[in-house]
């Protein structure tokens, strides 16, 4: 037999496999979409990935530059994909996520946490304590219009529905929350140092603002007007900062595994926290507009609406809340049931 | 990786390796700019709708009290729409959307898996640094200057824009000439493949073109009828059998 001859025997041999191509990609795509159950597709993919890994190889020497060998390569990394990552669930991706992912994120950033609060507790304390004893200082912090409304007597919020309706006030006030607390874990990125100014800054500004208005007798006010949103707001800063300040500390302190493996280490395992930071500000944001300006709601009612949202989302971050949640069921553990 | 054409190459426990190609940012704005336009469309036509149903009337006026019907009803679905519509569609399409389908690519982990909801949701948390100061240019630098094509989203999450396999199927076999009995016998395999599925006419066509660039004379190839021609074609195939 000639080589030309040998060659075209053996392409057609290999060409005559293409059903079995085919069926290993279709069972592939179906156990991938989870759209099968059956054990007996389970289980051929292993056989599958042979098959297909066997018959690429002999295209990539007999057919090159082929469709073939492209069609191979692409029901190869399928096949792959499936027998190393199983089913693709939206609905158990998510589940994993808030389930179990963030409340390790969160016990992973625990001492940043402890660290940032702290830092902002101590900055809003300086903050109150300098204008407490140097009041003309307010003028760093607060703008001239809410340091003119507090020397009327008069809150800045008061009124403040009879300007804006709740609808816009909340949208704003959401939309400056969410930039900020992005902007306080962006911050972090900058070796931890951004992180240190935002949370400052904010804490020297609260601190400051609370003594401004406590020597002008309106403090009860103020802490009735933040109460209903304020926990949350405040923690879900403390909670940026220290997601930041955690990428910080991966860029300033690699350790053995490289500046950019510990960078998109933290920064996957950080950013997760921030999709829940986000939707949190949301709600604030519409307790800001709606309740907090609002003078029906009494101060119990705002201290209710407050600790309770504060205590759904320890019990989010914390994983309590999908504690009784059913685990994702991998399509493994599905398989071998419908078998037994 | 290698320096001109970056790849992302898979290694598996058969020792047989498959490199993806890396998307670059051509690829990337395309698709970035076919999302772009289907999000707003899509807020905005959740807003206007919304609207005239809550004035009731073809107007859409902000309402001056504070009413949150109109937040929960207008404002927030379409702002959810717009801000959310990367994380949400990817995660349900198995790390595409309808922009990278149109321009050929999507986002996989780096053992070419599907990324995790986590891995998409950094990825998308990341736009934010992405996009500064104007138009993505932090994006659009981070893409331009590293190995891999990957903004800072991508590094973070750990996750690549790749094209999407040239050949997801044993496709139609008229559309290119046999340039030589390999590509000549794999173009007849796929067309026996399709055999069964196609119409008469369609088939007889397929066959005769494919056996005229084949070498045969296109007379007498003309002259042939079905069962030649699929004679003709289990020889150029080189298969003893009929089709399936």
Known sequence: ?340 | MTGAAPELSVDSVTGIEVSLPVAGPGARAYAFLIDWHIRLILALAWFCAASLIYNGNLSFRVPSSSDPRWFGGVLAPALAIFLLYHFVVELFMRGRSPGKRMAGVRIIARDAGVPSAGALLARNVFRLIDSLPLFYGVGLISVIASAEHIRIGDMAAGTLLVYEGAASYLGPAGGAPARGDAEGAEIASELLGRWPSLGAEARTQLARTLLSRSGLDPAQVAGMDANELLRQLQQLAGRASAPP
């Open chain 1, 1 to 340: 037999m000639s080589g030309a001859a040998r060659r075209q025997a053996l392409i057609a041999s290999l060409l005559s496999r293409a059903p079995a191509w085919r069926a290993a990609d279709a069972r592939a795509r179906r156990l991938a979409h989870g759209h099968t159950d059956e054990a007996a597709d389970a289980a051929g993919v292993a056989d599958d990935y042979r098959l297909l890994a066997h018959d690429l190889a002999r295209a990539r020497t007999l057919l090159p530059g082929s469709r073939t060998r492209e069609y191979l390569e692409g029901a190869y990394l399928r096949v792959h994909a499936t027998l190393h990552h199983g089913a693709w669930r939206p609905g158990s991706a998510l589940l994993t996520l808030l389930r179990d992912e963030l409340p390790a994120t969160v016990r992973w950033l625990l001492p940043y946490i402890a660290w940032t609060a702290l830092i902002f507790l101590l900055a809003a304390a300086a903050g109150y304590a300098l204008v407490q004893h140097y009041p003309e200082l307010i003028a760093l912090f607060a703008p001239p219009e809410l340091i003119a409304s507090v020397e009327r007597g008069q809150l800045w919020t008061q009124g403040l529905l009879n300007i804006v309706p709740s609808s816009i006030l909340s949208a704003e006030i959401l939309t400056n929350n969410i930039v900020v607390s992005l902007v306080a874990y962006c911050a972090g990125f900058l070796f931890g140092l951004g992180t240190l100014y935002i949370l400052g800054l904010n804490g020297l500004m609260l601190g400051a603002v609370f003594a401004f208005v406590a020597q002008h007798g309106l403090a009860r006010q103020l802490f009735t007007f933040i109460m209903a949103h304020g926990c949350v707001e405040l923690s879900v800063m403390c909670l940026s900062g220290a997601a930041g300040a955690a990428v910080g500390e991966a860029l300033v302190r690699p350790g053995v595994a490289g500046r950019v493996e510990s960078f998109r280490a933290a920064a996957l395992r950080s950013g997760q926290l921030l999709i829940v930071c986000v939707v949190l500000l949301i709600g604030c944001g519409l307790i800001e507009g709606y309740i907090s300006p609002d003078p029906r709601f009494a101060l119990s009612t705002r201290a209710f609406i407050g600790v309770s949202y504060w205590l759904l989302m320890v019990a989010l971050l914390s994983g309590w809340l999908l504690r009784g949640a059913p685990p994702p069921e991998s399509h493994t553990c599905r398989v071998r049931r419908r078998v037994s």
